[in-house]
């Protein structure tokens, strides 16, 4: 078994944890918004963790992702229920209400990047301190786990928001098609993303614009960058 940090392993499990509720509440908000109410009553509007947590995608496999070393960390936590009949608009809000989740991963993830390159700045007029360096190091897990639920959750597959949203745009005889494959779809995103690594290209290509974006200019990217 590989070596475990384990001031590396709470702080990337208390990231995922907010993410994965931030992500769920936003569901649960856009859903309430759009004229559905059964996730605020059942109390999915909040960031606590326990309203949202699922067993195996908010514990069994992040924790294992982390003593593997796996790549990159995700998740995920129970879906938010909505009531379709309860929707002004029965092809646009399903897509709205999907969308909502990843777009709450993005504005993480680039509050992140905002935070991270105003602690950058800071380093070039502070001291370095082992508080500075567990921030920046919260920040970028913050940034990276954000990253890398907001592209997961937009592959095209039940029962990721990427297929709610293709869902919404389909032609009905298409949208049959694509329902053939609900009992074959957790077979096939664990095949993508874990043996065809269809993940990998996408995050490093996004990590490296947001961190360039986070630390360009500053004492840190002289370091990442060798100088």
Same mark, same amino acid.
């Given at each position: 078994?590989?070596?475990?940090?384990?001031?590396?392993?709470?702080?990337?499990?208390?990231?995922?944890?907010?993410?994965?509720?931030?992500?769920?509440?936003?569901?649960?908000?856009?859903?309430?918004?759009?004229?559905?109410?059964?996730? /605020?009553? %059942? +109390?999915? $509007?909040?960031?606590? @963790?326990?309203?949202? *947590?699922?067993?195996?995608?908010?514990?069994? =496999?992040? !924790?294992?992702a982390m003593i593997t070393?796996?790549?990159?960390?995700?998740?995920?936590?129970?879906?938010?229920?909505?009531?379709? /009949?309860? %929707? +002004?608009? $029965?092809?646009?809000? @399903?897509?709205?209400? *999907?969308?909502?989740?990843?777009?709450?991963? =993005?504005? !993480?993830?680039?509050?992140?990047?905002?935070?991270?390159?105003?602690?950058?700045?800071?380093?070039?007029?502070?001291?370095?301190?082992?508080?500075? +360096?567990?921030?920046?190091?919260?920040?970028?897990?913050?940034?990276?786990?954000?990253?890398?639920?907001? =592209?997961?959750?937009?592959?095209?597959?039940?029962?990721?928001?990427?297929?709610?949203?293709?869902?919404?745009?389909?032609?009905?005889?298409?949208?049959?098609?694509?329902?053939?494959?609900?009992?074959?779809?957790?077979?096939i995103l664990f095949l993508?993303?874990?043996?065809?690594?269809?993940?990998?290209?996408?995050?490093?290509?996004?990590?490296?614009?947001?961190?360039?974006?986070?630390?360009?200019?500053?004492?840190?990217?002289?370091?990442?960058?060798?100088?």
């Amino acid at each position: 078994m590989a070596n475990i940090n384990l001031q590396e392993v709470i702080l990337q499990y208390m990231c995922l944890l907010f993410s994965l509720s931030a992500h769920e509440a936003a569901h649960a908000a856009m859903a309430n918004w759009c004229g559905d109410p059964s996730a /605020r009553l %059942l +109390g999915r $509007m909040t960031l606590n @963790p326990v309203k949202h *947590a699922d067993p195996i995608g908010t514990v069994i =496999l992040p !924790l294992f992702a982390m003593i593997t070393k796996f790549p990159f960390l995700f998740g995920w936590a129970k879906p938010v229920p909505f009531n379709p /009949r309860n %929707l +002004g608009n $029965m092809r646009r809000d @399903p897509m709205l209400i *999907a969308l909502a989740g990843p777009a709450a991963n =993005l504005a !993480l993830a680039l509050s992140g990047v905002l935070l991270l390159r105003i602690l950058a700045s800071l380093l070039g007029v502070f001291p370095e301190s082992a508080v500075m +360096g567990m921030l920046l190091q919260t920040f970028i897990y913050l940034v990276m786990i954000n990253m890398v639920l907001m =592209l997961f959750n937009l592959i095209p597959l039940p029962p990721l928001d990427g297929h709610h949203v293709l869902d919404a745009l389909l032609p009905h005889n298409a949208r049959q098609m694509m329902e053939k494959l609900g009992p074959f779809s957790l077979i096939i995103l664990f095949l993508l993303v874990f043996r065809f690594r269809i993940l990998d290209m996408p995050i490093a290509l996004v990590s490296r614009g947001l961190f360039t974006l986070a630390f360009y200019g500053t004492p840190v990217y002289d370091i990442m960058m060798g100088g």
